[in-house]
T-cell receptor, first 118, second 116 residues
Framework: DTGVSQNPRHKITKRGQNVTFRCDPI?????LYWYRQTLGQGPEFLTY????????KSRLLSDRFSAERPKGSFSTLEIQRTEQGDSAMYLC????????????????FGPGTRLTVL | AQKVTQAQTEISVVEKEDVTLDCVYE???????LFWYKQPPSGELVFLIR??????QNEISGRYSWNFQKSTSSFNFTITASQVVDSAVYFC?????????????FGTGTRLKVLA
């Protein structure tokens, strides 16, 4: 059973460019989360999907950010017109559906995508 | 508001010493979950333990042990006989259950350096 994968692992871009990150959750995990982590801080919640539905978005997710999860499988996070303040590690996590005996609240994290905006 | 505080920014110990990482949380939920994750230099968050608010039993897993006390809203983590491989940033997290998303609120982390 493979874990959560994220691509690319690193992205360097110039200010004003658009970037897109991909997350592949653990198979059969219907819950998917995006977090952002800046240097010296803990991860901060960005958005949550249950299957293909985006059910919650943080105030941190400005209009330049958009996330999708077509067909309830992989997810993409796009940042338009990147700014230097967007430089961070973007983490994806998944967790299983609510079933008897399953801890649906435990999230399993991917390796992250480190974004550097020049 | 929900909050997790890890007051220790960085701790350095010599190998084989015991070390305790502190975590204090705030929540209005009666049902909640607490977690510890390890983040090695590679960056991936590794799950260590989950504890629900109704289970105050302490837990031991090898060299790791956790002390959960609702009376003081604390969920502390102790590593016994530390090893160099324990060097990492450790995060405590609170999962809020009210909205049903189970999103995490993380502390700012404690960087542990174990010196040989």
């Amino acid at each position: 059973d493979t874990g959560v994968s994220q691509n690319p692992r690193h992205k360097i871009t110039k200010r004003g460019q658009n970037v897109t990150f991909r997350c592949d959750p653990i198979s059969e995990h219907n819950r998917l989360y995006w977090y952002r982590q800046t240097l010296g801080q803990g991860p901060e919640f960005l958005t949550y999907f249950q299957n293909e539905a985006q059910l919650e978005k943080s105030r941190l997710l400005s209009d330049r950010f958009s996330a999708e999860r077509p067909k309830g499988s992989f997810s993409t996070l796009e940042i338009q017109r990147t700014e230097q303040g967007d430089s961070a590690m973007y983490l994806c996590a998944s967790s299983p559906p609510s079933l008897a005996g399953v801890d649906t609240d435990t999230q399993y994290f991917g390796p992250g995508t480190r974004l550097t905006v020049l | 508001a929900q909050k997790v505080t890890q007051a220790q920014t960085e701790i350095s110990v010599v190998e084989k010493e015991d070390v305790t990482l502190d975590c204090v949380y705030e929540t209005r939920d009666t049902t909640y979950y607490l977690f510890w994750y390890k983040q090695p230099p590679s960056g991936e968050l590794v799950f260590l333990i989950r504890r629900n608010s109704f289970d105050e039993q302490n837990e031991i897993s090898g060299r790791y042990s956790w002390n959960f006390q609702k009376s003081t809203s604390s969920f502390n983590f102790t590593i016994t006989a530390s090893q160099v491989v324990d060097s990492a940033v450790y995060f405590c997290a609170l999962s809020e259950t009210t909205s049903g998303t189970y999103k995490y609120i993380f502390g700012t982390g404690t960087r542990l350096k174990v010196l040989a």
